[in-house]
């Protein structure tokens, strides 16, 4: 596509349920990263896909937090029994080479009651 | 890690007025970026400036990798300019640093 795609762009959930959460990136994309951001915060790093590489998962806060990648294409970023904590807006980003430039999707705003 | 400092944290302009945002970096990079983020949460490239001076319209940045630090001008802003701007360093791969971002408000 044209751009970096997320879906779904809200979601919302009860604590304790299951969600995933997916990113296409840009076509020939190499690298793709997730973020989240609370509310007024900054952006936090959780996962970092390159190529066949091993990602880098150093990010991902807990445990019930996984990510995939599928033939180095689409992503999905899932979260297990979700908590309150949880909400915030979860991005992914893509860039052609990694250092090249970035472009983001426009996230996925998580709530969870 | 690579340090990131912007400056000034927040601003507060007329509809019309100029202002300069600066990044300031701890250590050499291979690429640097501008964006805005909108009121919405919509996170735009502004500017892919690992070195050098580019415009596009009324913005305008500035890098200066040897004295590590970028700039971003903003000319005669508009209240759609309002919203949160971040400089992000890449200095190899997955090493990407978000600098805590300047939050504008352009008054009408």
């Known amino acids: 596509g044209a751009g970096v795609s997320q879906s779904p762009s809200n979601k919302v959930t009860e604590k304790g349920k299951d969600v995933e959460l997916r990113c296409d990136p840009i076509?020939?994309?190499?690298?793709l990263y997730w973020y989240r951001q609370s509310l007024g915060q900054g952006l936090e790093f959780l996962i970092y896909?390159?190529?066949?590489?091993?990602?880098?998962k150093s990010g991902l806060p807990s445990d019930r937090f996984s990510a995939e990648r599928t033939g180095g294409s689409v992503s999905t970023l899932t979260i297990q029994r979700t908590q309150q904590e949880d909400s915030a807006v979860y991005l992914c980003a893509s860039s052609l080479l990694n250092t090249g430039e970035l472009f983001f999707g426009e996230g996925s705003r998580l709530t969870v009651l | 890690g690579i340090q990131v400092e912007q400056s000034p944290p927040d601003l507060i302009l007329q509809e019309g007025a100029n202002s300069t945002l600066r990044c300031n970096f701890s250590d050499s990079v291979n690429n640097l970026q501008w964006f805005h983020q909108n009121p919405w949460g919509q996170l735009i490239n502004l500017f892919y400036i690992p070195s050098g001076t580019k415009q596009n319209g009324r913005l305008s940045a500035t890098t200066v990798a040897t004295e590590r630090y970028s700039l971003l001008y903003i000319s005669s802003s508009q209240t759609t300019d309002s919203g949160v701007y971040f400089c992000?360093?890449?200095?190899?791969?997955?090493?990407?640093?978000f600098g805590g971002g300047t939050r504008l408000m352009v008054k009408p």
């Open positions: 896909f390159q190529g066949n590489s091993a990602p880098d």
């Open positions: 076509s020939g994309h190499t690298a």
């Open positions: 992000l360093l890449n200095n190899a791969g997955n090493m990407l640093t």
